[in-house]
């Protein structure tokens, strides 16, 4: 079994995020920032992103010291993408309160040569256009996944239907399977899905945990009972960051491999929304992983 590397494109942000359980201005945010750190934990990760000169490189050492290559991070004139969002009481759908892109707005990512070999390649939610011209770059990674929302699947659906024919995993939540799909029913949702290009789709279910759909069958786990929630910004990424990163570990996209990942992603996404920003995830180590890993097997277990 080798050891493979995953190359993540997506966005580093400055966010700003009031929950229930307090307020942390500036922290650090954005899709391929909680995936990196996530995948750091399980295989070697390559990041392409830009930030503006007010990023500050305490930011960037914290990235490094989790062993992230950074040589595809672009530092340019001008300001770090930044977001504030609010969450209510029942920590549902954030209320986003400021949107500034910043030098996000024309970010075009650039592959650096070392990366293109890339074995994993993860799109995180940025423009489909974009996403696709990093599918382009990169040479012949053996498994695609991609993340979208909302806002590309009825804004830009061409650009998403183009992207959609060259990856093979799809990372959404149901509601972005419905819209995607047009269909209510998640099955049927899948297969239409499928039929626009992704083979592997997993569905997030938010609390209710999620469900994946290979071709070799089907697999679903609940959430993980957390008994802390603070901040639930970066679950998504975060959950992407465990099922690609155990993913890349095994270097395996069987069955099999794909189920554990997905309990994988489940314990990574649960770390993720104790603390603020990257706070815990930062700090894990491989024995408080494998413990909630372990945790998760028995939810599931009847024995």
Not at 45 to 57: H, K, M, R, S, T
Not at 182 to 187: F, L
Request: aromatic residues 10%; hydrophobic residues 40%; charged residues 25%.
């Amino acid at each position: 079994m080798s050891e493979a590397k995953i190359l993540i494109v997506g966005s580093v942000a400055f966010d700003d995020v009031e929950t229930p359980a307090g307020r942390r201005p500036l922290s650090l945010g954005g899709s391929a920032n909680y995936f990196a750190v996530g995948a750091s934990h399980f295989a070697p990760i390559q990041l392409v992103a830009v930030v503006g000169e007010d990023f500050p490189e305490s930011h960037v050492s914290a990235l490094r010291d989790r062993g992230v290559d950074l040589e595809g991070l672009e530092r340019v004139d001008g300001h770090t993408f930044f977001w504030r969002g609010r969450y209510g009481a029942d920590f549902g759908d954030a209320e986003t309160l400021d949107t500034q892109l910043n030098v996000f707005a024309d970010f075009q990512p650039k592959i650096p040569v070392d990366y293109k070999k890339a074995e994993y390649l993860f799109l995180g939610n940025i423009h489909p256009s974009l996403q696709e011209d990093v599918v382009d770059q990169v040479e012949s990674p053996k498994l695609i996944g991609c993340d979208t929302m909302n806002f590309w699947i009825t804004g830009e659906a061409g650009a998403l239907a183009s992207l959609l024919k060259k990856i093979n995993l799809l990372v959404i939540n149901e509601g972005e399977a419905r819209l995607l799909s047009g269909e209510k029913m998640i099955s049927k949702a899948v297969d239409k899905i499928r039929a626009m290009g992704p083979e592997i789709i997993v569905i997030k279910k938010g609390g209710n945990g999620a469900a994946l759909y290979h071709p070799d069958g089907q697999f679903f786990v609940p959430a993980y009972p957390l008994e802390r929630l603070t901040d639930p910004t970066g679950a998504g990424d975060s959950f992407a960051s465990g099922l690609m990163g155990y993913i890349a570990q095994q270097n395996s996209t069987d069955l099999s491999t794909f189920k554990t990942a997905l309990l994988y992603g489940t314990v990574m996404a649960s770390f993720a929304c104790e603390e603020f920003s990257c706070d815990r995830t930062l700090t894990l180590n491989a024995s408080e992983i494998t413990d909630r890993f372990e945790e998760m097997k028995s939810l599931i277990s009847l024995d």
